[in-house]
């Protein structure tokens, strides 16, 4: 296991277009988390999940923003009708139940 | 709600020498866990160190170590004899005690090293 893989690592779309993200985790664990790291900020977080289940989402995610996790392995982050201010960096991370989150290398978004 | 805050922008630290970086943080929770996170120039964060709030030393990772002023809710850094590898931009972080993963950071410091 290589550990988070996200994809693609650089997405480039007009504004008002949508767009997917994939995370595929380590595979024991069993949550899966995702950030938003804008240029020179810290991470903010969005949402995570417990298995297939979404237990909490942050108020940073507009009804824009959905994310899944079908069968509790990899998950995907859309956002429709993208705006500029979406553009930024979107991290996936991945835990055991009591462990340390373990991050993926991110996913930049332009949007133009 | 928990607050991360770190009031250093950047720092800088010669080869070998030793350098702390600050973070102060604000919780309601009883129960919390406090991480050290670093970020290299467009590589993905990596965990440098953990404290457990109910612990009351303070936890050592090789050349790192941390101070942990749980009364103070401060969480220092220090990095001994430094290396150019450590070059990165540092972030402070606070979980709850339901999830290590939920994590609350900072705004990071840059950590440069001078040869």
């Known amino acids: 296991d290589t550990g988070v893989s996200q994809n693609p690592r650089h997405k480039i779309t007009k504004r008002g277009q949508n767009v997917t993200f994939r995370c595929d985790p380590i595979?024991?664990?069993?949550?899966l988390y995702w950030y938003r790291q804008t240029l020179g900020q810290g991470p903010e977080f969005l949402t995570y999940?417990?298995?297939?289940?979404?237990?909490?989402k942050s108020r940073l995610l507009s009804d824009r923003f959905s994310a899944e996790r079908p069968k509790g392995s990899f998950s995907t982050l859309e956002i429709q009708r993208t705006e500029q201010g979406d553009s930024a960096m979107y991290l996936c991370?991945?835990?055991?139940?009591?462990?340390?989150?373990?991050f993926g290398q991110g996913t930049r978004l332009t949007v133009v | 709600a928990q607050t991360v805050t770190q009031s250093q922008p950047e720092m800088s630290v010669q080869e070998a020498e030793t350098v702390t970086l600050s973070c102060t943080y604000d919780?309601?929770?009883?129960?919390?866990?406090l991480f050290w996170y670093k970020q290299p120039p467009s590589r993905q964060m990596i965990l440098v160190i953990r404290?457990?709030?109910?612990?009351?030393q303070n936890a050592t990772e090789n050349r790192f170590s941390v101070n942990f002023q749980k009364a103070a809710k401060s969480f220092s850094l220090k990095i001994s004899d430094s290396q150019l590898g450590d070059a990165a931009m540092y972030f402070c972080?606070?979980?709850?005690?339901?999830?290590?993963?939920?994590?609350?950071f900072g705004q990071g410091t840059i950590l440069t090293v001078h040869p």
């Open positions: 404290q457990e709030a109910y612990k009351q």
């Open positions: 999940f417990q298995n297939e289940a979404q237990l909490e």
């Open positions: 919780t309601s929770e009883s129960d919390y866990y």
């Open positions: 595979s024991e664990h069993n949550r």
């Open positions: 991370a991945s835990s055991l139940l009591l462990s340390e989150a373990f």
């Open positions: 972080a606070h979980a709850g005690g339901t999830s290590y993963g939920k994590l609350t």
